[in-house]
């Protein structure tokens, strides 16, 4: 059987402790700091709650006047008009790391062998098991469509080869 309750009269009043607690200590700190506002997605759950601070790294962009450039013969001046309103597009599936890979190559082969040459790896979203090489969007120059996995056909391509074809009909 369960002890009868005491009555509040025969209760005694609790002695006060001596013991601060922060809540005590409360009123006397000085002005909090304010608190923090996590970013709202669209379903309402708080944005980034786990990750840590993100850093901001200072970007400086410099820029090079026609008049500061070393002066060229005006035949390489012409061609190097001609190629760098050259944009070659490189299509690479997402969904292997050897496309990426080859991409990659392809970009570096293609500034180091034509200055002024612009290259962009994936600006829209890359179709499903596809290595292909563009220029702009009027001649192909590589056209791998739908392989599936091992991906054979791009493995067996030899990219050395295909950046030196690709140089030779842009220039």
């Known amino acids: 059987m369960a002890p009868k309750r005491k009555t509040r009269a025969a209760a005694k009043t609790p002695a006060l402790s001596l013991r601060k607690t922060r809540s005590a200590t409360a009123g006397k700190r000085a002005d909090p700091p304010p608190p923090k506002k996590s970013k709202q997605s669209s379903n309402g ?3 980034g709650a786990r990750g840590g601070k993100r850093k901001v790294k200072d970007v400086t962009v410099i820029e090079i006047s026609d008049a500061e450039e070393a002066p060229a013969s005006p035949a390489s001046k012409d061609k190097a ?5 050259k944009t070659i597009i490189v299509e690479a599936c997402k969904q292997c790391n050897s496309f990426k890979v080859r991409a990659m190559q392809v970009k570096e082969g293609l500034e180091n062998a034509v200055p002024g040459i612009i290259v962009s790896i994936n600006p829209d979203k890359p179709r499903r098991g596809c290595f292909e090489i563009r220029e702009g969007g009027c001649q192909t120059f ?11 056909r791009m493995k067996e391509l030899n990219i050395e080869d295909v950046i030196k074809d690709i140089v030779k009909k842009i220039t």
């Open 45 to 47: 759950k708080a944005k």
């Open 81 to 85: 008009a001609a190629v760098s309103s």
């Open 142 to 152: 590589v056209s791998l469509l739908d392989m599936r996995r091992p991906f054979t």
